[in-house]
């Protein structure tokens, strides 16, 4: 299925977003998801909406009406020529209702929010109103060796966390973790393992620009703990030394820099520009088999911010699915630029893998 793809017509795909009274940093997210080829699929007619329930609670309700107008407003975009906008409006009419007791609550209200808590609530709203219980078992032989032991925990966390809600978007974004704990009196090494949809980069606060890479490798050095109860030798509380990697990776991968601190200042530090093909190779964990698969990624598009961080605007930049070209997107405008440009602006990055290679 991963091999299916959408023929991007190079004449259409140019639709700007009309700004609904504040909403340009949801403008700017939803541009960069429908740049991302296996979404555009998944969210035409006849295939999202075959998983929406007969019989849905009020919740899930609320949920199906948030993807289905998700969906149109990627159908519509993907028509425009160039100088044509959607109106989003049914889409904003219906995220109050789907945000009600919830943590993104916040987003009911008519001002400018934080484009990445945004991403959070649309991949969430959209993963639960396609979601169904799987049978989701594991084929592999019971483990004999270390090795095939440290493969099947992992099986078992994906399966643990995705057998009751099992939706398109698990396989598109999600990837996982493998944390490695080692008691620094016993030497016991203790393995969990985390599913994860976003990866948070560190931003460094002083230099002329950083490295999207070397930021990433910093921020997975080993980590010394105090307090830590070993599951080997038990009490009393001992040193131990952590260290996370990346077990699994998606085919679409969102990388969010951290460029606000707790005390509500934003980071400038620019952004290096990025290769053609960024490999994540290194960062992966040494146990994991998953590596053997295509770990290399391209750059889709990138949500920008621009201003103070306790208001200011933002826009997308993004890579044509028809021609490659790059365009940015600011609400309704929508401009074509010579190559993709990195500096203090850039937020949100969209990659996706490299080859359609499957990960089982």
């Known amino acids: 299925m991963d091999k299916i793809q959408p023929i991007a017509d190079p004449t259409k795909g140019f639709g700007g977003l009309i700004n609904m009274g504040l909403t340009c940093y949801g403008n700017a997210v939803l541009q960069n998801v429908r740049h991302l080829k296996k979404l555009v699929w998944i969210m035409e007619e006849g295939k ?30 993907g028509k425009c020529k160039n100088g044509q906008s959607v109106r989003p409006g049914t889409f904003w009419k219906r995220v109050p209702g789907a945000v009600e007791d919830t943590m993104y609550e916040q987003l009911a209200s008519k ?21 169904q219980e799987v049978d989701m078992r594991i084929l592999r032989p019971p483990p ?47 393995h969990r393992w985390e599913a994860f949809n976003t990866l948070k980069v560190p931003v460094p606060q002083e230099g002329e620009n950083f490295s999207l890479m070397d930021a990433l490798r910093e921020d997975m050095v080993a ?3 105090e307090e ?6 038990g009490p009393p509380r001992r040193a131990a030394k952590k260290t996370v990697s990346i077990w699994r990776m998606p085919l679409a991968l969102v990388v969010t820099l951290k460029r606000f601190t707790n005390d509500g200042k934003k980071i400038h530090t620019e952004l290096a520009p990025l290769p053609a093909f960024i490999d994540f190779a290194s960062y992966f ?37 028809g021609n490659d070209t790059w365009y940015t997107y600011d609400d309704e405008s929508v401009r074509e630029m010579p190559a993709a440009h990195f500096g203090s602006s850039n937020y949100m990055l969209f990659l996706e893998r490299h080859t359609g290679a499957a990960m089982a």
Request: glycine share 4%.
């Open 223 to 225: 980590e010394d703990i």
């Open 144 to 190: 004999t060796t270390p090795e095939e032991t440290l493969v099947h925990g992992a099986l078992k966390a994906w399966q643990d966390t995705f057998t009751k809600e099992y939706s398109p978007l698990v396989h598109m974004f999600y990837g996982m973790f493998h944390q490695r704990t080692e008691c620094q009196e016993c030497k016991n090494i203790s």
């Open 111 to 131: 001002m400018c929010h934080d484009s990445h808590e945004f991403f959070l609530f649309l991949f969430e709203a959209v993963h639960e109103a396609t979601s």
């Open 285 to 321: 964990s040494k146990e994991s088999p998953e590596i053997v698969g295509e770990t290399r990624y391209t750059l889709r598009g990138m949500v920008d911010h621009h201003g103070p961080p306790s208001f200011g605007h933002y826009t997308a930049q993004c890579q044509h699915l």
């Open 48 to 77: 999202y909406n075959t998983l929406f329930q007969k019989k849905p609670t009020e919740r899930r309700k609320k949920l199906e009406g948030i993807a289905s107008a998700f969906a149109e407003i990627v159908q519509l975009l």
């Open 228 to 233: 830590y109860v070993c599951e080997a030798c």
